[in-house]
């Protein structure tokens, strides 16, 4: 088992920056990718970012791209959310998962927190 636990979320006015964290313990040797999805009120849950291994390959959301940047420094640490300029439309529960397969997507993932609420409002 793996337990994957968030935190950084919070209140921010648009244009503004959070970092999100996403600490993994258990048995994370397996582990191959982790991502970090998102759900707005009344919406469904969606892929923002997701990293492979100790973070060489790289994927993002086009809604996230340019302004948000997933990254570790190695498989032990932990994984990170940095996001800028962020809008109104960002406001949601940023849930991190964690995968056994090469390739991300919401079907696959094996494990997940239980989500940080980022606000985005003035």
């Known amino acids: 088992q793996v337990q994957l636990v968030e935190s950084g979320g919070g209140l921010v006015q648009p244009g503004g920056s959070l970092r999100l964290s996403c600490s993994a313990s258990g048995r994370t040797s397996s582990i191959r990718a982790m991502a970090w999805f998102r759900q707005a009120p009344g919406k469904e849950r969606e892929f923002v970012a997701g990293i492979r291994g100790s973070g060489g390959i790289t994927g993002y959301a086009d809604s996230v791209k340019g302004r948000f940047t997933i990254s570790r420094d190695n498989a032990q640490n932990p994984v990170y959310l940095q996001m800028n300029s962020l809008k109104p439309e960002d406001t949601a529960v940023y849930y991190c998962?964690?995968?056994?397969?090469?390739?991300?997507?919401?079907?696959?993932?094996?494990?997940w927190g239980k989500g940080t609420l980022v606000t985005v409002s003035s």
């Open positions: 998962a964690a995968t056994y397969e090469i390739i991300v997507r919401e079907s696959v993932m094996n494990y």
